[in-house]
Every structure is written in structure tokens, then in C-alpha cells.
């Protein structure tokens, strides 16, 4: 049986995100934002209080989708339509809690093989059935929601049942791996044989390979394993047309790169049943150190001499002085971080090596291989650090860090439930236009927060580091009534970040892929004539709309 997130919020039902032993955040919180998180917090509605309506499906499609995969692998009923209606975007989660289902899908199906998803497709384009495939739901830009005016029956085809590891070639280090796998599932069977994919979202727990190919997605290594765009060598696609199959080559000059028109494609061409991934040798060593650096201008730039010199970390992070303090406010009493503001430090930092600790900002650099390339790559960065005048604070912070590193996403459902909205937003750009990029969107935000008359906070980090630049990864907050009339405010904020993005030289997502949310600015982003392409793409394709409409670019688009 496949396991779902729980359908109100993110992750599992049995996890959830708690202030109570982490004494410094209620404080910064009430600061910053103006909110009391100790009140007792709003509760997500009964399942049964939702209007759930009955679903639409013809008795020749239900028949047929039987056919295809046997009576218990179609659902029909309200809880597992529910659960495939949306990702997990804050407007999501929003409009699920006010009771706004959107247009729910008719039937899920989980084939269990690429022969039953090939019988599922023909079935719902012989009905003309509209088609969403579905990985684990974590999606957070719209890619997942069926149009809203859509009357032809909707089909959520979730290929949680596609989770193996089919083959490993170890001359090639090379991985066939089904689309449906989970992140920890996939990682357990490859690590069982001594392999690691290395690509490591703040999804992870919850999302699939094949999620992460359609979605153009990165993770938190891919400094040194690449996102998954590079990761990703073959594909194998269910099509209109049939099976589209690439070949898993080093290099080849075969025309525009179908693999790549695959890569981000948001289902919009056929459901990804399998790939064939670049993977590596579980590493002998694996280490992860915290650094505290004087300022946030003299972080980006070791950064960007880290990216220049011989050295290969796995991870270069480093947050700005909003987002290390609030790293510090959420430590537990008594945890390594928590320790790392002890009295002693602040008084080290301060004194001897001149702190401003309004202005410090923590970084974690991570390291893999052999103890003897640890140990060159260590030196390499620690002395790119010291010349920026950073300070090394050892392995404690770093574990920390690698223990919680996936339950960012619960401290926004913790925020829903106490009366307030938290949204991220990521881009890249070059190094040179990183500073100004960062400055200008801090200030957007803050004039869109005076715009609709709430004190709000926005902070960031960044997230990858490349030879050319680096992805900046925001969060922002404000206190809101959580019902769907506050959209409205948050849309003004997160429109002031996308725009600023784009204005200031940055792209419109880094690996949160399009959807439906991002889709206005595209144009933007790739030109007209690029949204042309794309559409043009997608008619070929698909010419009857039936392949996840409305993604990337509405369907019939042909202009920016």
C-alpha cells in the first residue's frame, strides 16, 4: 500500500513541529512578526465536516481503468481524491483547511508497471480524460491541481506501486530505477548494494525520482552530485505516441535532447515510468561543519572563491543574519546550537574577532570521499573561510543540521495553525549580480509587507553554489486570519519576489518547477518566443489536452 502526506498538511500524521523546548523562538516570533505562538493553535477542519462531491466517471472508463489494473488499484473514494487534488503549496493548504477542494479528480489509479500505466493512458484518451500523474504530492507549484472548469473526467495516476531498483550497471555506475520510488525507499536499495543517488530535496522523504525529473529538481548535495537534470541519463516516457525510450549514453549529438524536453516537463508530455541514473559509491567519509562568518557580503564572496578553487565540497550554505537568527531561535535548549551561542562564543566572536552578532551568518560546508580527500578538501575551504574572516565551529552544529535537515516544511504548518502565512521562493543568478539581487528583493518584500499593512519578515539563504553563480533561497511571514480571502495579501508579496527576481537578473524558479503559480512570468523568464516553443511542444504532443492541462503554459498557448 502506498503511503500518503497527511491531506490537510505536510508530512506524516504522527510528526509535527513544537516551540515548546525551543525557548528563544516564541519571543523572536512575537518580535518580528507580531504573534503570540503560544495560544492554543487553530485546528485543521474534520474530514468529514468537507463537502467532498460524488465522482464523475463513465462506466466504459471505470472498465476499462479495471481492465488495466485491477479493481483494488481504483479509488473512488472522497479521502484519496482529496489526497491527489493538490501538492502542498501554502495556497494549497490554505484553500484544503477554508474547505475549497478544487476540482477534485474522479478516480486515482496506481498501476503497477509500465505495461498498466501504457493500458491507463489509452483508456483515458479513448474517454478523452484529462490525466495527472501523481509521485508523492509534495509538488508546491500548482503542477498537481486539475483546471478548475475541467468537465471531461479527471484522472490522478499516482505511480507510488513503480518504486524498485531495477538494475545496477557498476562499470558504468548507473542505476535503472522505476519513477515512483521515494526518496528513502530509493536510497535504501541502493545503499543496501553499496550506491548512493546523492540527491537529497527538502522533499526527500516525500517525493519520488520521477517527481524530481518532471520538476527539474535540486537537492541539497548537488554541488557535488549535480541536480537531477545532470543526474538523470535515459528516460522512459509513456506517451500519446507510445513509449519514448533514450539511450543512457555518456554524450550524444541526435538533435535537440528529448531527455531534456523531458527534464521539468510537469507530466505535460506522458508519465515518466522509469530512468536511468548516474549513481555513486557510498562515500568512506562524510562530514558536515558549521562556520560562523563576520558579515553576509564577505559570506557570498567565499563562497564564490570556494566555487573557483580546487576544492569539491557536497554542500556550501550559508544563511543571511535574518535567517541565522532564527536558526539559532528554533535550537532546543541544551543542543549543539544552542551552546554555540553560550555566553563564551558570543563573547569570542564579539571581543577577539570583532562580531557584529546582529550581523553574523552561520554556513554549513559539507565534505565526502576518502579521509585523505576530507582532509585536502577541509584546508582548501578553511583557508578560503579565514581569509574572510570566518570561524569554524566544528562537527556538532553540522549533525544537527543533517538530522533536521527535512522537516523545514512542518514549522509552516506549525505557522498556519497559529495565525500567519510562510512561503519560500528561489532563484539564481550570477555571482556578480548575487548582492544586488539579494538587497533588491529584501526590499520589494518589505514594501509589498507596508503595502497590505502587516509587519513582516523575509530572510534567505543560499542553498547551491555553481561555477557562474549560486541559487538564494527565501522565506517569508506575515500574521494573517488563515482563510482564502488572505491569498489576496499573500499574492502581493509573493508577486513583489517573483517580480524582483526577474528584474534583477535572476530566474523565475531555481527547482520548484512552473505549475500553475509561476506560469504569468514565464515569458519573462524565456521570452515569448520561448513559451512559444514550449507550447508548441505540448500541442504536438498532446493535441487534445489531456496530459495534465494548464501546466507551464496554458494549454492553447502559443505567446508569451
Known amino acids: ?115 498498466e500505466v501504457r493500458a491507463v493512458l489509452a483508456a483515458a484518451l479513448v474517454a478523452d480524460a484529462v490525466v495527472i500523474p501523481f509521485g508523492g504530492g509534495s509538488n508546491i507549484s500548482g503542477s498537481l491541481e486539475a483546471p478548475r472548469g475541467e468537465t471531461r473526467p479527471v484522472l490522478s495516476v499516482d505511480l507510488g506501486r513503480l518504486d524498485r531498483v531495477l538494475d545496477i550497471d557498476t562499470d558504468a555506475r548507473l542505476a535503472r530505477i522505476q519513477a515512483g520510488a521515494l526518496g528513502p525507499n530509493l536510497e535504501e536499495q541502493l545503499n543496501a548494494q553499496g550506491w548512493t543517488l546523492g540527491h537529497f530535496p527538502d522533499s526527500f522523504s516525500h517525493s519520488t525520482l520521477g517527481g524530481w525529473i518532471a520538476t527539474r529538481s535540486s537537492g541539497m548535495q548537488s554541488d557535488k552530485y549535480g541536480d537531477i537534470s545532470e543526474i538523470t541519463r535515459a528516460v522512459r516516457v509513456v506517451t500519446p505516441a507510445g513509449v519514448l525510450v533514450t539511450r543512457a549514453v555518456p554524450s550524444q549529438s541526435t538533435g535537440p535532447s528529448v531527455r531534456e524536453m523531458i527534464l521539468g516537463s510537469e507530466g505535460r508530455l506522458g508519465l515518466i515510468t522509469e530512468a536511468t541514473v548516474q549513481v555513486h559509491r557510498v562515500p568512506e567519509e562524510r562530514t558536515i561543519l558549521g562556520y560562523f562568518f ?188 488563515v482563510a482564502l480571502e488572505a491569498l489576496e495579501r499573500y499574492d502581493v508579496v509573493k508577486s513583489a519576489v517573483q517580480q524582483g527576481f526577474l528584474d534583477l537578473g535572476g530566474t523565475l524558479s531555481h527547482h520548484h518547477a512552473v505549475g500553475t503559480e509561476h506560469a504569468a512570468w514565464l515569458g519573462e523568464d524565456i521570452s515569448p518566443a520561448g513559451v512559444s516553443l514550449v507550447s508548441a511542444l505540448f500541442e504536438g504532443v498532446d493535441p487534445g489536452h489531456n496530459l495534465n492541462p494548464g501546466k507551464i503554459v496554458p494549454s492553447g498557448s502559443t505567446a508569451g
Not at 479495471?66 to 489526497?83: F, I, K
Request: net charge neutral.
Open 294 to 481: 563576520p558579515t553576509w557580503d564577505e559570506a557570498l564572496i567565499a563562497m564564490r572563491e570556494i566555487a573557483e578553487s580546487e576544492a569539491a565540497p557536497t554542500v556550501t550554505r550559508v544563511a543571511d543574519p535574518g535567517e541565522t537568527r532564527f536558526s539559532l531561535a528554533t535550537s532546543k535548549k541544551g543542543s549543539p546550537v544552542s551552546r554555540l551561542v553560550s555566553n563564551g562564543l558570543k563573547q569570542y566572536l564579539a571581543r577577539v574577532k570583532h562580531f557584529d552578532l546582529e550581523r553574523m551568518c552561520l554556513s554549513f560546508i559539507g565534505f565526502e570521499g576518502s579521509p585523505g580527500h576530507v582532509r585536502i578538501q577541509r584546508k582548501v575551504v578553511g583557508e578560503i573561510v579565514k581569509r574572510h574572516g570566518g570561524v569554524c565551529v566544528g562537527t556538532s552544529p553540522g549533525q544537527l543540521y543533517d538530522q533536521k535537515k527535512f522537516d523545514t516544511p512542518y514549522i509552516r504548518d506549525f505557522l498556519l495553525g497559529q495565525g500567519a502565512l510562510a512561503d519560500v521562493s528561489e532563484t539564481s543568478t550570477s555571482w556578480s549580480q548575487l548582492a544586488t539581487l539579494y538587497t533588491g528583493v529584501v526590499a520589494r518584500a518589505h514594501k509589498a509587507f507596508d503595502e497590505i499593512g502587516v509587519k513582516g519578515w523575509i530572510m534567505c539563504h543560499l542553498s547551491h553554489s555553481y561555477h557562474s553563480g549560486a541559487c538564494l533561497y527565501f522565506t517569508f511571514a506575515f500574521t494573517s486570519p
Open 1 to 115: 500500500m502506498v503511503e500518503h502526506m497527511k491531506w490537510w498538511g505536510w508530512g506524516r500524521e504522527s510528526v509535527s513541529f513544537s516551540h515548546a523546548d525551543k525557548p528563544a523562538l516564541a519571543p523572536f516570533i512575537r518580535a518580528n512578526i507580531g504573534l503570540d505562538i503560544t495560544r492554543p493553535p487553530t485546528q485543521a477542519p474534520a474530514f468529514g465536516d468537507l463537502r467532498v462531491d460524488g465522482p464523475v466517471l463513465p462506466d466504459g472508463l471505470r472498465d476499462a481503468l479495471v481492465a488495466a489494473v485491477g479493481a483494488e488499484h481504483v479509488h473512488t473514494d472522497a479521502l484519496e481524491r482529496v489526497v491527489h487534488a493538490y501538492g502542498k503549496s501554502l495556497r494549497d493548504l490554505v484553500r484544503i483547511r477554508a474547505g475549497d477542494l478544487g476540482r477534485l479528480p474522479d478516480a486515482v489509479v496506481y498501476p503497477g508497471g509500465e505495461d
